[in-house]
C-alpha cells in the first residue's frame, strides 16, 4: 500500500470515528459506571470482583461488604476464609480473595490506606492490570489515563472498524489515537452501554442502532 493511501485510509477511519463519537455521545449522554461505589477503594474491590461476573451480582455483594470492611486495612486483614464466603457468589472467590487481601495490604502499608492517584504505581500493585486502573482513575477520580477496554468495547471498537487489535492494551492505543483525552472516560461507558443495549454479543440489533449507516459491521 502507496503512503497516499496509507494517509487516505487513515483519514477515512478518523471521519468515521468522528461519527461514532459524536453519535454515542447523543444517544448516551447520561453513560456511567455500572458498579455502585461511594469512593475510589470501593470501586477498586468492586472492579476485582466484576471479572468474570455481572455487574448486578457485585452490586448486590458489595453494599454489606462495604459495610463489614469499611478501610483498606480492614481487607489486608480479613480472614481469608470469612472473605471467600462473602464474596462466593462472585465466582472464582479464592483467587479474589487473594487479590483483594494483596492489594489492600499495600495500600495500608504504604500508601495510608488510599488509592494512589497515579497509573504507574496504582498498576504495579499486585492485582491491577490497566484495565482495572482506567476504570478507579477515571470513573472514581475524574482523571483521564486511559480508555477501558472491556469485553463490549473490545468487541465493538473490532465491529465498528476502530481497531484491528485483539490485545485489550493495544485496542486501548489504538482507541487513544482517535478518541479526544476529554472524552476517554466517557467514552468507555457509552461504548459499554452500547455494547449491553443493542450491539449485543449473541444478535446484535442492527435495525434499530443508530450507528447503522457508519458501522462497518465486521465479525
Not at 452501554?193 to 465479525?219: M, N
Amino acid at each position: 500500500m502507496s503512503t497516499r493511501q496509507k494517509k487516505t485510509d487513515s483519514a477515512r477511519s478518523h471521519s468515521g470515528a468522528e461519527e461514532i463519537l459524536s453519535i454515542l455521545a447523543k444517544t448516551y449522554p447520561e453513560a456511567r459506571c455500572f458498579l455502585d461505589f461511594k469512593n475510589p477503594l470501593q470501586l477498586l474491590i468492586a472492579t476485582i470482583l466484576a471479572a468474570q461476573c455481572t455487574d448486578a451480582r457485585v452490586n448486590q455483594v458489595t453494599p454489606a461488604l462495604f459495610k463489614k470492611y469499611p478501610t483498606a486495612k480492614d481487607f489486608a486483614t480479613a480472614r481469608p476464609e470469612e472473605l471467600e464466603q462473602d464474596i462466593r457468589s462472585t465466582g472464582f472467590f479464592r483467587q479474589k480473595t487473594k487479590s483483594i487481601i494483596a492489594v489492600c495490604k499495600e495500600l495500608a502499608e504504604k500508601h495510608k490506606g488510599q488509592v494512589p492517584a497515579d497509573i504507574d504505581i496504582l498498576t504495579n500493585l499486585r492485582g491491577v492490570g490497566r484495565k482495572t486502573a482506567n476504570v478507579v482513575l477515571g470513573t472514581a477520580m475524574g482523571l483521564p489515563t486511559g480508555i477501558v477496554v472491556d469485553t463490549h468495547v473490545k468487541r465493538l471498537a473490532f465491529r465498528m472498524g476502530l481497531s484491528e487489535e485483539t490485545d485489550p492494551e493495544k485496542i486501548e492505543r489504538d482507541l487513544m489515537k482517535v478518541v479526544p483525552e476529554d472524552q476517554w472516560i466517557d467514552f468507555g461507558h457509552r461504548m459499554t452501554e452500547h455494547g449491553r443495549k443493542i450491539c449485543v454479543a449473541r444478535k446484535p440489533k442492527c435495525e434499530i442502532c443508530p450507528l447503522d449507516h457508519c458501522c462497518p459491521k465486521k465479525e
